[in-house]
């Protein structure tokens, strides 16, 4: 007669008696549960912190692509010699020829747009308050490519007010105290050059706009400035600073920088969205491997509780082991049997820590609400975190490695207490029945 096939239906139905059995008859121990509720745990901390930092990261990635340009193209400072003052002076690089060179960038394919800009810094002033300002001189089209400044739900007053005066980030409009339709005074160092040296430019400008973009530090600093008014109020009459690009698919722009060089022709230098955030990012990756490393091995800890529990299982099971033996049982059946009552208990406990995970992280936001409310808002501080909220993003994959680890862990540790049940002499484990 032949052999009946590995994990048939009577090797479940004995591994899931033995798992429903009270523990006076030899069924699941205190260590069982303990194992059950742990890997659990541990399965939705890693999922809900697996989500918490995917979320984080989009977050940030978005914000800012959603408020400075993809790729910025600029050129290196230049050195020229005096011969009557005998001393070596340094210009700036310009954009000399910025509207040429903006529409060989702008036929590159995937580029979508490319502007030329002015940057600047300045001191801001109302009344009493006063603030630092990062300016960006664009033109109005430019300030339209960018989606997290132009957000209606984000913003107040009128873009199309916006050559008539200036943008400023909610931030430092709130540090100033000023709205839309007040008035702000920009002092610049570099001003008006005089026989008695270079004087403050100071001049006065309607706030036209007030924006949002989602981070903390451009909100408080930005201001946006009609182009021509930005080269009139920096000295930059007919150059740019830089040439500000946006293409297709900003998660892969170093494959533009070649063709931006080239456009560009010497001396350009290109300055991507990736090397300014560059270090932040390779830091939130590096956090995401360590995050997993260690809550893997928070998993692997509850998933060693199930050989305690087993091995318990198994020495109170040594009569039926024996009847089992007697009765034709192979040891294969009997260690698959056993292991099956481990198998239970990983699969029940990934199954329940991937639900409270996934409704962990759809609820984050309440949760940290929740907190933030206990806590009187530092729970969440955006001036650390540069974003202003913290948001879960679920990706199968994630699920997919929390859920393979986790049963990974369960079924391994389970296979040396079933190999010892089924190596179990069935005369001794009867001898004294």
Known sequence: MASPRPFSRYEFLIAWRYLRARRAEGGVSVMTWISLIGITLGVMALIATLAVR???????????????????????????????????????????????????????????????????????????????????????????????????????????????????????????GVGVGDKVQLVAPDGAKTAFGTNPRIETYEVTYIFSAGRYDIDQARIFMPFAEAQNYFNRDGVADEIQVYVDDPERIDRWTPQLMAA??????????????????????????????????????????????????????????????????????????????????????????????????????????????????????PEVRGIYQLTADLRAWDIFRAVALSLALSFIVTIFPARRAARMNPVEALRYE
């Open 264 to 381: 560009a022709g010497e001396g350009a230098q290109i300055w991507t969205w990736r090397d300014a955030s560059g270090s932040f990012l390779a830091a939130l990756d590096m956090e995401d491997d360590v995050m997993f490393i260690i809550l893997s091995i928070l998993v692997l800890i509850a998933s060693m509780n199930i050989t305690s529990g087993l091995i318990m299982l198994v020495k109170n099971k040594g009569r039926d082991i024996g009847i089992l033996r007697t009765m034709g049982l192979t040891e294969g059946a009997i260690l698959r049997v056993f292991f099956l009552c481990g198998a239970f208990t990983g699969v029940l406990g990934t199954i329940a820590g991937v639900v409270l995970g996934v409704a962990l992280s759809l609820n984050v936001d309440h949760i940290m609400a929740g907190l933030n409310a206990l806590t009187g808002g530092n729970a969440w501080q």
């Open 54 to 176: 995917a979320g984080f990261r989009a977050d940030f990635v978005d914000t800012i692509l959603g408020a400075n340009a993809h790729s910025t193209v600029y050129y290196s400072p230049t050195s020229f010699y005096n011969e009557l003052t005998e001393e070596t002076y340094i210009s700036p690089g310009k954009v000399q020829d910025y509207d040429a060179v903006t529409a060989k960038i702008a036929d590159i394919p995937g580029v979508t747009h490319a502007y030329p800009a002015v940057r600047g810094k300045v001191m801001a002033k109302q009344g009493d308050a006063a603030g630092l300002g990062d300016v960006y001189g664009i033109t109005l089209d430019a300030l339209k490519s960018m989606p997290g400044i132009v957000n209606p739900d984000t913003s107040m007053g009128d873009l199309a007010n916006f050559d008539k005066g200036i943008a400023l980030g909610i931030g430092l409009a709130r540090e100033l």
